[in-house]
Antibody, heavy 124, light 106 residues
Framework: EVQLVESGGGLVQPGGSLRLSCAAS????????MDWVRQAPGKGLEWVGR??????????EYAASVKGRFTISRDDSKNSLYLQMNSLKTEDTAVYYC???????????????WGQGTMVTVSS | DIQMTQSPSSLSASVGDRVTITCQAS??????LNWYQQKPGKAPKLLIY???NLETGVPSRFSGSGSGTDFTFTISSLQPEDIATYYC????????FGGGTKVEIK
């Protein structure tokens, strides 16, 4: 079964750090771009960032709202995706989803597989 | 930067009604437009990719059309299980979602 499972969410104080993980199974993880998407409580979907595949040098992209604070990485040997979040702000409070990108076109493609999400709460 | 304007933000319709949602891009994005359905407490689900292609396993009452800057998502006959929020998403450059449309039963 094709599956993504996030973990690592929780409560953290403003200015703190947290590392999310996403475990992939049922497909060739190394072939795909992988993204993080978040959703603040009661709000819409916000793209967070991307890691491309090995063929595209594992390059990364970030939304302006998280650039310089968040880092996306991957370990293809472990079929795992990571999101290191530093200098967290209250506005980073959201459910964080990892998602598989369908194509390796310059802009990516659609998100055809999603994890169940992990909640991150930034509060004092 | 590309802006995505999705409308309406919410709608109420009867079972069996035809429902239409629009998404407008601030610049030409060709057919780089996808549509998702999200039910409360669940992850989004891909319904339509590349503006008009139905994802495998998605009922045929869902459809999409458009290219360039103007796109339309249609539910031909609204069913109770279609109650959800729908999002468009462009990928001409980096991904960007529309604001969402909450669909309710009248």
């Amino acid at each position: 079964e094709v599956q993504l499972v996030e973990s690592g969410g929780g409560l953290v104080q403003p200015g703190g750090s947290l590392r999310l993980s996403c475990a992939a199974s049922g497909f060739t993880f190394s072939d795909h771009y992988m993204d993080w998407v978040r959703q603040a409580p009661g709000k819409g979907l916000e793209w967070v960032g991307r890691t491309r595949n090995k063929a595209n040098s594992y390059t990364t992209e970030y939304a302006a709202s998280v650039k310089g604070r968040f880092t996306i990485s991957r370990d293809d040997s472990k079929n795992s995706l990571y999101l290191q979040m530093n200098s967290l702000k209250t506005e980073d409070t959201a459910v964080y989803y990892c998602a598989r990108v369908t194509t390796v076109a310059p802009g990516g493609g659609a998100f055809d597989i999603w994890g169940q999400g992990t909640m991150v709460t930034v509060s004092s | 930067d590309i802006q995505m304007t999705q409308s309406p933000s919410s709608l109420s319709a009867s079972v069996g009604d035809r429902v239409t949602i629009t998404c407008q891009a601030s610049q030409d994005i060709s057919n780089y437009l996808n549509w998702y359905q999200q039910k409360p407490g669940k992850a989004p689900k891909l319904l339509i990719y590349d503006a008009s292609n139905l994802e495998t396993g998605v009922p045929s009452r869902f459809s999409g059309s458009g290219s360039g800057t103007d796109f339309t998502f249609t539910i031909s006959s609204l069913q109770p299980e279609d109650i959800a929020t729908y999002y468009c998403q462009q990928y001409d450059n980096l991904p960007l979602f529309g604001g969402g449309t909450k669909v309710e039963i009248k």
